[in-house]
Structure formats: structure tokens, C-alpha cells
């Protein structure tokens, strides 16, 4: 990375370099299930960090770190009534099963989210929203490191749309691909 790229101002809400700033196309999503996303503290500052995005564009989501020294995780809210895990491996929900009323999701590197799997006994016993492979045409930055890796924002998009329809999904599947254009034109997260 070049010095002058290190100093591009970002942008406070969405992190990507200023003249990368996707706030003014961030949709407002309003779903019935609530999101509760769990962003592992090495996610915080990324420029890459789609969560954060996610967060912003869902209306009933809330965000939650985990892993900070300086404060310890509260996993309350991951034992409401009604809770499920979007993670491609665990115990998956019965299929007559009623749909989930918050669904967590897990936003970090494949190893980060299977620690946290691991780490956090709240998550252990929740049943799992599984999605399929993604498909050939999605658009990407990089290679996933599992066969079912996508980006926080791609993986939300295609929940939103099991649950709760194309329709739904469509505004979030809409601003995950703007992002990965952008990002590609300019050929750098910075």
C-alpha cells in the first residue's frame, strides 16, 4: 500500500476511504426478524468490515463486539426466545420448525466466527440457519477460506431473503454489490 493511500481520510460511518463512502446509498431494511450481529474485535477499524455496513442499513438489528479486553461480552441477548444462528455447520432447526424471531450473526474471518462458536456457550446450543453455497456469479473481493464464506453483508442479504423474501433482500443485495464495485473500479479497499 502505497503512503498516500494509508492517508485517505475515511469515512466515520461506513469506513471506506471518502471517496469510496457508500452512507448516501445505504438502504433503510426493515425486517421482522431482528439481527443481532457479533463482530469480533479485530473487525472494529477494517476497511473491509461489511457488518458494520449491514448494521446500518438494517432497521431492526443491533450490534454487539466481542472479544475486547476492556469490556467483557454480554451474551444475553443471544438466549432470547426464538434465537438462531446463521452458521453453515451445527445443529441445524428442525424443519417444520417455527422461523427464527432474532437470528445472530457472526462478523469476523472464518476462524474468528468458529472461535467465537467455540468461545461463547450461548452460541453452542442455538439451532442454525444454514444458507447454500453461494453461487458462482456472486461478486467478490477475494476467495473465501470455507466453501460457504461470503461477506457479513452477502450472507444477511441471502437470510433476509429466506426468511422473509426476495423483495426484502433485494435493497441489501443491491449495496453489497455497489460496495464491491466500487471498491473493484478502484481497484482498493483504502
Same mark, same amino acid.
Given at each position: 500500500?502505497?503512503?498516500?493511500?494509508? @492517508?485517505?481520510?475515511?469515512?466515520h460511518r461506513c469506513f471506506l476511504a471518502q471517496h469510496l463512502c457508500l452512507c448516501a446509498e445505504i438502504p433503510r431494511v426493515e425486517t421482522r426478524t431482528r439481527f443481532v450481529l457479533v463482530q469480533h474485535v479485530m473487525e472494529l477499524g477494517k476497511k473491509s468490515n461489511t457488518g458494520r455496513v449491514a448494521a446500518l442499513a438494517?432497521?431492526?438489528?443491533?450490534? @454487539?463486539?466481542?472479544?475486547? &479486553? #476492556?469490556? &467483557?461480552?454480554d451474551s444475553g441477548p443471544l438466549s432470547e426466545p426464538g434465537t438462531w444462528l446463521l452458521f453453515p455447520d451445527g445443529p441445524t432447526?428442525? &424443519?417444520? #420448525?417455527?422461523? &427464527?424471531? =432474532? @437470528?445472530?450473526? @457472526?462478523?469476523?474471518?472464518?476462524? =474468528? #466466527?468458529?472461535?467465537?462458536? =467455540?468461545r461463547l456457550a450461548a452460541l453452542r446450543a442455538l439451532p442454525r440457519l444454514v444458507l447454500p453455497p453461494p453461487a458462482p456469479g456472486l461478486l467478490r473481493l477475494r476467495e473465501p477460506s470455507h466453501p460457504s464464506g461470503m461477506s457479513t453483508l452477502d450472507a444477511i442479504a441471502r437470510a433476509v431473503a429466506m426468511l422473509e423474501g426476495p423483495e426484502a433482500a433485494a435493497p441489501l443485495e443491491r449495496l453489497a454489490a455497489l460496495r464491491v464495485q466500487r471498491? #473493484?473500479?478502484c481497484g482498493t479497499l483504502s
Open positions: 500500500m502505497s503512503h498516500r493511500a494509508a @492517508l485517505r481520510p475515511r469515512c438494517l432497521a431492526n438489528a443491533r450490534l @454487539l463486539t466481542h472479544g475486547s &479486553p #476492556a469490556e &467483557p461480552f432447526a428442525p &424443519p417444520d #420448525a417455527p422461523a &427464527p424471531r =432474532q @437470528l445472530v450473526v @457472526l462478523d469476523g474471518s472464518w476462524s =474468528q #466466527a468458529r472461535r467465537m462458536t =467455540q471498491i #473493484a473500479d
